[in-house]
């Protein structure tokens, strides 16, 4: 069973430019998080998703800042015009079900570099 | 949702038992204690949980006191590939949708194996 999977690993943009992220969450799972983590820092929660349905975005900025999860397909985080300080991992996660106390199982996460 | 602290950093040799305390005293009755280990440029990934008591798997023990303001992940007989952080959660047992609803990471605590 393949866990969790994030593409690209790796992506460098020039300032202005947009980002895509993608993640695939385990099979079975229908329920997605995004989280980020800065250099030394712990994870910060984005946005949490159900197919089809955002269903909490409180720690997503306002502006620049969408995620998608549709009925076919992974699930999309996209930035667009992006800053220096959006430089940082991108990691998404999977749980089976909406419980809080279910594991959730990570990727290996996304490395934005803005140049 | 109960802050935690943990210290930032631990060293040990291979072959011993580590203990990683954290503490947690706004604890809610409904919360649950998780803990989860990232290596570098890997997404965490989940270790154990529990509520109260002891509770053991393959890979570690958590013990948390009656008054759950503490608990104590431990280790055995840790190896260099042990080298990690590993954050210390508290979880509430309900489901997402009301807000807020990704995991809470601190910094972590930043565990060195020795040779």
């Known amino acids: 069973n393949a866990g969790v999977m994030q593409n690209p690993r790796h992506l460098v943009r020039r300032r202005g430019q947009e980002a895509r992220l993608r993640c695939s969450p385990m099979?079975?799972?229908?329920?997605v998080y995004w989280y980020r983590q800065l250099p030394e820092e712990g994870l910060k929660f984005m946005v949490y998703?159900?197919?089809?349905?955002?269903?909490?975005e409180s720690g997503m900025p306002k502006e620049r800042f969408s995620a998608e999860f549709p009925k076919e397909g992974p699930s999309i985080l996209r930035i667009q015009q992006v800053v220096r300080g959006d430089s940082a991992a991108y990691f998404c996660?999977?749980?089976?079900?909406?419980?809080?106390?279910?594991?959730?199982?990570f990727g290996p996460g996304t490395r934005l570099t803005v140049l | 949702l109960a802050k935690t602290t943990q210290p930032i950093s631990m060293d040990s040799y291979e072959g011993q038992e580590v203990n990683i305390t954290c503490s947690h005293n706004?604890?809610?009755?409904?919360?649950?204690i998780t803990w989860y280990q990232q290596f570098p440029s890997q997404g965490p990934r989940f270790i154990i949980q529990?509520?109260?008591t002891k509770v053991t798997n393959e890979v570690a023990s958590l013990f948390i006191p009656a008054d759950r303001k503490s608990s104590t992940l431990s280790l055995p007989r840790v190896s260099l590939s042990d080298t990690a952080v590993y954050y210390c959660?508290?979880?509430?047992?309900?489901?997402?949708?009301?807000?807020?609803?990704?995991?809470?990471f601190g910094k972590g605590t930043h565990l060195i194996i020795q040779p």
């Open positions: 996660a999977s749980s089976p079900t909406a419980r809080r106390t279910d594991t959730q199982y």
């Open positions: 099979k079975g799972h229908s329920h």
């Open positions: 998703l159900q197919k089809e349905n955002i269903i909490d």
């Open positions: 706004n604890i809610a009755t409904n919360d649950y």
């Open positions: 529990g509520y109260k």
């Open positions: 959660l508290v979880v509430p047992a309900k489901y997402s949708g009301g807000g807020a609803d990704g995991l809470t």
